[in-house]
């Protein structure tokens, strides 16, 4: 079904759901704020420089799911990763087509075209990559959004010693720009009130990660350094719902995490034992609206962690609220502010991952912590208000 952009007090926020539809123009009854300058991103708390690269693969054994006219499924995958590398040229964030076109099909006025392009990342372009059997996290975006959403994250992740593939799906999104330079728009926006839109979805983003992973040892130079038998998914919204969707198809994902993704993939009533972690908004609790979350939980049977983000929305673990004041947007009354909701992303992420792909024990997963109170661990602790 059909979820609906909301924006509240004029920041963009996605109601509860894993998929969306354009967010309404700014108005009178949106008060915006003047827009500042360039966004620069958060620099990365990890020890590492951090470099980046981007890969196009083209899986011919299928064709593309929402393009008829397309007789293969081409995606754009971009590589985050240590390198030792401290200066150069700064990836971009957004092309400037490709910030119109979000802007566009998020329906959001009344700045620059441009302005995403000018966002201010950290990760060196091209640099050469570093170290050696590294794990590698699959990274993947809600629906609508474009990878680029998620590049604070996938920043932080690598700086701590990760490879990062994030994988934009391409005609899922506003944006995604192909290997011949063609930016393809977002083609399932049409059919997102179908039955059964998200099974289908999950299943389809579920086949795009296999075939990343068939592809990495081909496809990138530096793949040598990846430890294979070390491999998680992260997902944020439809691209956590796809994260479980990918665990169930793919036994080389060994751990992931929902980022606030309703989920639709139906895990087998004997249980599913790889460790696996809900991170939610304040819509995403027990007893809360979404029946998914309690269902996959009691199915779960190996490690898992549910956590609550008290005042934070369905965003708040993207680059999203980051970027609000370039774009003349004020956050909802009483939200988390953007730079701690990315900070508690970051830790909780970070710790799951140090934990189930270094081996390294993380007491931040195992109680309430007193650094990030506004982290709840449900359902003991957590209730819907």
């Given at each position: 079904?059909?979820?609906?952009?909301?924006?509240?007090?004029?920041?963009?926020?996605?109601?509860?759901s894993a998929c969306s539809a354009p967010?309404?123009?700014?108005?009178?009854?949106?008060?915006?704020?003047?827009?500042?300058?360039?966004?620069?991103?958060?620099?990365?708390?990890?020890?590492?420089?951090?470099?980046?690269?981007?890969?196009?693969?083209?899986?011919?054994?299928?064709?593309?799911?929402?393009?008829?006219?397309?007789?293969?499924?081409?995606?754009?995958?971009?590589?985050?990763?240590?390198?030792?590398?401290?200066?150069?040229?700064?990836?971009?964030?957004?092309?400037?087509?490709?910030?119109?076109?979000?802007?566009?099909?998020?329906?959001?006025?009344?700045?620059?075209?441009?302005?995403?392009?000018?966002?201010?990342?950290?990760?060196?372009?091209?640099?050469?990559?570093?170290?050696?059997?590294?794990?590698?996290?699959?990274?993947?975006?809600?629906?609508?959004?474009?990878?680029?959403?998620?590049?604070?994250?996938?920043?932080?992740?690598?700086?701590?010693?990760?490879?990062?593939?994030?994988?934009?799906?391409?005609?899922?999104?506003?944006?995604?720009?192909?290997?011949?330079?063609?930016?393809?728009?977002?083609?399932?926006?049409?059919?997102?009130?179908?039955?059964?839109?998200?099974?289908?979805?999950?299943?389809?983003?579920?086949?795009?990660?296999?075939?990343?992973?068939?592809?990495?040892?081909?496809?990138?130079?530096?793949?040598?350094?990846?430890?294979?038998?070390?491999?998680?998914?992260?997902?944020?919204?439809?691209?956590?719902?796809?994260?479980?969707?990918?665990?169930?198809?793919?036994?080389?994902?060994?751990?992931?995490?929902?980022?606030?993704?309703?989920?639709?993939?139906?895990?087998?009533?004997?249980?599913?034992?790889?460790?696996?972690?809900?991170?939610?908004?304040?819509?995403?609790?027990?007893?809360?609206?979404?029946?998914?979350?309690?269902?996959?939980?009691?199915?779960?049977?190996?490690?898992?962690?549910?956590?609550?983000?008290?005042?934070?929305?369905?965003?708040?673990?993207?680059?999203?609220?980051?970027?609000?004041?370039?774009?003349?947007?004020?956050?909802?009354?009483?939200?988390?502010?953007?730079?701690?909701?990315?900070?508690?992303?970051?830790?909780?992420?970070a710790a799951f991952l140090d934990q189930?792909?270094?081996?390294?024990?993380?007491?931040?997963?195992?109680?309430?912590?007193?650094?990030?109170?506004?982290?709840?661990?449900?359902?003991?602790?957590?209730?819907?208000?």
């Amino acid at each position: 079904m059909r979820h609906l952009l909301a924006v509240a007090a004029g920041l963009v926020v996605l109601a509860a759901s894993a998929c969306s539809a354009p967010t309404p123009p700014r108005s009178a009854a949106n008060p915006s704020a003047t827009p500042t300058g360039p966004t620069a991103l958060l620099a990365p708390t990890g020890e590492h420089p951090v470099g980046t690269t981007i890969l196009h693969v083209n899986d011919t054994s299928r064709p593309d799911p929402w393009n008829l006219d397309v007789e293969s499924r081409e995606l754009k995958v971009t590589l985050w990763y240590p390198t030792e590398q401290k200066d150069g040229e700064r990836a971009q964030y957004m092309t400037p087509k490709e910030s119109e076109l979000f802007l566009r099909g998020s329906k959001i006025g009344g700045v620059p075209d441009d302005t995403l392009s000018k966002t201010r990342t950290n990760a060196i372009k091209d640099a050469e990559p570093a170290g050696e059997k590294l794990p590698l996290v699959v990274l993947s975006p809600g629906f609508t959004k474009p990878l680029s959403s998620l590049t604070s994250l996938a920043e932080e992740l690598a700086s701590r010693g990760y490879v990062v593939a994030g994988i934009d799906h391409a005609y899922e999104s506003h944006v995604t720009t192909l290997s011949d330079g063609r930016v393809a728009e977002c083609i399932a926006c049409d059919s997102d009130t179908d039955p059964g839109f998200g099974p289908r979805v999950v299943q389809g983003r579920a086949a795009d990660v296999s075939f990343v992973l068939d592809q990495l040892p081909s496809k990138w130079d530096g793949s040598g350094l990846i430890d294979r038998s070390r491999i998680a998914m992260v997902g944020q919204s439809m691209g956590g719902a796809g994260t479980v969707a990918a665990m169930l198809k793919d036994s080389r994902v060994r751990a992931g995490i929902d980022l606030d993704g309703s989920t639709y993939a139906r895990i087998p009533k004997s249980g599913f034992s790889r460790p696996f972690m809900f991170i939610g908004s304040k819509l995403h609790v027990p007893g809360g609206s979404d029946a998914s979350w309690d269902r996959d939980w009691k199915l779960l049977t190996g490690w898992k962690r549910w956590i609550a983000v008290k005042d934070t929305d369905h965003q708040a673990f993207t680059d999203i609220p980051l970027l609000g004041p370039s774009l003349g947007m004020k956050p909802a009354y009483g939200a988390l502010p953007a730079e701690r909701g990315a900070e508690i992303a970051r830790a909780y992420v970070a710790a799951f991952l140090d934990q189930h792909l270094k081996g390294q024990r993380q007491p931040l997963l195992d109680k309430p912590s007193s650094r990030y109170p506004e982290a709840q661990l449900c359902p003991e602790q957590c209730r819907q208000s």
